[in-house]
C-alpha cells in the first residue's frame, strides 16, 4: 500500500499562486508516475500534471504555461506550482501516484484531496 498525504491548498485571488506538496510513503518502490488530477462537483476528475520517475511530464490543456510540477526522489514529495490563478482552477485538487508494469498503470493510489479556491 501507498499512503499520498497533500497540503497547500487554500484560498487565493485571481492572479496569484499557490504550491501544494504531496508526500508518498508505504510500499512506494514501484511507484513510476506520480502527480495532480481535479475535480469539481458533478464533473469528472480532469488530469492537471503527472510526472513519471524519468522526468517526463503530461500536462493538462487547461493549465499549460501556468502549472509546473516538480518531484523530489529523495523525499518521494511531488510539487504541484500554480501561477497565474484563474476562478476556473477551483477544485479538489488529488495526488495520485501509479503503480506501473511497463505502459500500464496497475494500480492508482489517491489522496485526500485539498481543496483550491480561487476568488475573482
Known amino acids: 500500500q501507498v499512503q499520498l498525504v497533500e497540503s497547500g491548498g487554500g484560498l487565493v485571488q485571481a492572479g496569484g499562486s499557490l504550491r501544494l506538496s504531496c508526500a508518498a510513503s508505504?510500499?512506494?518502490?514501484?511507484?513510476?508516475?506520480m502527480g495532480w488530477y481535479r475535480q469539481t462537483p458533478g464533473k469528472p476528475r480532469e488530469l492537471v500534471v503527472t510526472?513519471?520517475?524519468?522526468?517526463?511530464?503530461n500536462v493538462g490543456a487547461a493549465v499549460k504555461g501556468r502549472f509546473t510540477i516538480s518531484r523530489d526522489h529523495a523525499s518521494n514529495t511531488v510539487y504541484l506550482q500554480m501561477n497565474n490563478l484563474k476562478p476556473e482552477d477551483t477544485a479538489v485538487y488529488y495526488c495520485?501516484?501509479?503503480?506501473?508494469?511497463?505502459?500500464?498503470?496497475?494500480?492508482?493510489?489517491w489522496g485526500q484531496g485539498t481543496q483550491v479556491t480561487v476568488s475573482s
Open positions: 508505504g510500499s512506494n518502490g514501484s511507484i513510476n508516475a
Open positions: 495520485a501516484a501509479d503503480r506501473t508494469r511497463g505502459p500500464v498503470v496497475i494500480t492508482r493510489y
Open positions: 510526472i513519471t520517475s524519468g522526468g517526463i511530464t
